[in-house]
């Protein structure tokens, strides 16, 4: 039988847990860590993580592309910044479907829609600048991304929350290191 304690507040009250969604917590044993009190957000969520998830790869395969073909007198210094990032966006996409899976979804790597479910763009450029501009971007736009991602998952699921607050701190450490190397 479940037994919880009641710690009281200072204004008298007490917090006390759900005792319904303990027990229902020991059905559906398949779904592993979802329990029912996660609510009605696990679709939208993992549909958010989806396309998180397609814009990280196409973010690797645009620095990917960006560290081969970089051409110019800074270009081994910038090529080998692009293939760090290129490797951090890489745990960034294991980390995403790995939680997406956690909820018990299915992470789409499908590559026939990668581009259209992805928040930023694929870049061809061959100027050195012109990849420095276009990756800041595409860091600017994941940026603003998760940013909304956190605040729109807020409470509802905080393991995913502190996921993306920690994908966003790395984002933002890349934005600023492509800003620097613009004013190189």
Not at 12 to 29: K, V
Not at 46 to 71: G, M, P, S
Not at 75 to 82: D, L, Y
Not at 169 to 180: K, N, P, R, T, V
Request: proline share 4%; net charge negative; glycine share 4%.
């Amino acid at each position: 039988m479940l037994q919880t304690s009641s710690p009281a507040r200072a204004d008298g009250q007490s917090l006390q847990l759900d005792m319904a969604a303990l027990r229902a917590a020991r059905e559906h044993i398949d779904e592993g860590a979802v329990t029912p009190s996660f609510g009605p957000w696990r679709d939208s969520i993992i549909q958010l993580l989806n396309d998180a998830l397609a814009t990280e790869l196409v973010c690797i395969l645009r620095y990917k592309r960006h560290h081969f073909t970089a051409r110019g007198m800074s270009s081994p210094r910038v090529a080998e910044e692009f293939l760090e990032h290129a490797h951090e966006e890489e745990a960034h996409a294991d980390l995403i479907a790995e939680r997406i899976v956690q909820l018990g979804g299915e992470p789409d790597f499908a590559p026939d829609s990668l581009a259209r479910r992805s928040h930023a763009d694929y870049d061809e450029s061959r100027d050195l600048q012109a990849m420095v501009r276009a990756n800041l971007v595409a860091e600017r736009i994941a940026v603003e991304a998760y940013r909304q991602m956190i605040n729109l998952i807020g409470d509802k699921d905080p393991t995913t929350r502190r996921l993306l607050e920690g994908v966003l701190a790395q984002e933002e450490e890349h934005a600023d290191e492509l800003s620097d190397l613009l004013d190189a």
